[in-house]
């Protein structure tokens, strides 16, 4: 007890500096209003299903670039009123998953669209990327932040919040985005980058604290950004200086709605450390979930059961 209490007294007293760069505001704020001069295009198919008590759809829209993002919309059967709805964003390089890993939520009453992100699942991306020479998506346009994988599957979270508010059965109101690992990551900046969330609920989130996450011993999607740097350390300052644009340490920020994170300090995907830099300076109300023993996976009964309540309460 005594490793875990002088742990935990370290993570709750790190609070590194934010470094936004000068022009990071109209960044992201010309990032945001040229996205929505395009339209949705939203498109919905529905889905023969052998659960009966849902309406399956599958939904298509424009995300960043007119690029076709596909996602899950599933709706409770015969619904009567608004529906609150959460907002789903998958680990890096998976996918939405079925239909029926989110009955827990339909029979609950609860709309859901869950999202591939782009290049992964059915989505595509029709993006070019002057720098892709790892093949991965954490490394494309990396080396030019107006064309950089994240700042565009940011934009398609936005814009799957402005689907769901668009939609005269949810209550626009009532939104929770949800994901982990790299949808944790997701979740916490389109938190920052849209009003419209009354929840966020981020599991082991990446793309936090970056530079520090990448010097921690660790393993997952950033180790690609080291392995990028390696191979072009002419490009450190850079690559350092673009991800500050989407780094959550800068984006918390702006986060309003209600949080909350979890985190395993065994993690070496998302290191603890990353994440309480992000948490510890993050001004919305908020809460996070420890659990000294887990490392990158929150898959298990009790967190499960902690998510299941915490929505109910606040949602």
Not at 180 to 192: D, N, R, Y
Request: charge should be negative; aromatic fraction near 12%; include cysteine.
């Amino acid at each position: 007890m005594q490793y875990i209490q002088q742990t935990m007294k370290e993570l709750e007293s790190y609070f590194p500096q934010r470094n936004l760069k000068q022009d990071y505001d109209e960044f992201w704020d010309r990032t945001l209003k040229d996205a929505r001069k395009r339209p949705l295009n939203a498109n919905l198919r529905e889905l023969p299903y052998p659960i009966k008590q849902i309406q399956a759809y599958e939904l298509t829209y424009h995300g960043f670039d007119d690029t076709p993002i596909h996602a899950h919309y599933i709706l409770p059967k015969n619904h009567q009123s608004e529906l609150p709805c959460i907002i789903f964003f998958h680990g890096y390089m998976v996918n939405k998953g079925s239909i029926s890993d989110y009955m827990k939520w339909l029979i609950q009453g609860y709309a859901v669209i869950a999202v591939d992100c782009r290049g992964q699942g059915k989505s595509g991306d029709y993006s070019q990327y002057s720098s892709d020479g790892l093949g991965t998506w954490v490394t494309k346009g990396i080396l030019d932040k107006e064309e950089y994988y994240y700042r565009k599957v940011y934009v398609d979270g936005v814009r799957a919040i402005d689907f769901a508010c668009s939609q005269p059965e949810i209550d626009a109101e009532r939104i929770c985005v949800m994901g982990g690992s790299m949808g944790g990551g997701i979740t916490l900046a389109v938190a920052a980058l849209h009003d419209s969330p009354k929840l966020a609920i981020a599991d082991v989130p990446n793309m936090c604290d970056i530079p520090l996450a990448m010097e921690q011993k660790m393993e997952g999607s950033l180790t690609y950004v080291e392995s990028f740097l390696h191979r072009y350390p002419e490009h450190i300052e850079l690559i350092y200086d673009n991800l500050t644009y989407f780094d959550n340490l800068n984006l918390s920020e702006k986060i309003t709605c209600k949080t909350r994170i979890s985190q395993g300090l065994k993690d070496l995907i998302c290191p603890p450390k990353a994440t309480f830099g992000v948490y510890n300076l993050l001004e919305a109300p908020k809460s996070i979930e420890i659990y000294p023993f887990a490392g990158h996976n929150m898959q298990f009964e009790e967190h499960m059961d902690k998510t299941l309540q915490f929505v109910n309460e606040n949602l």
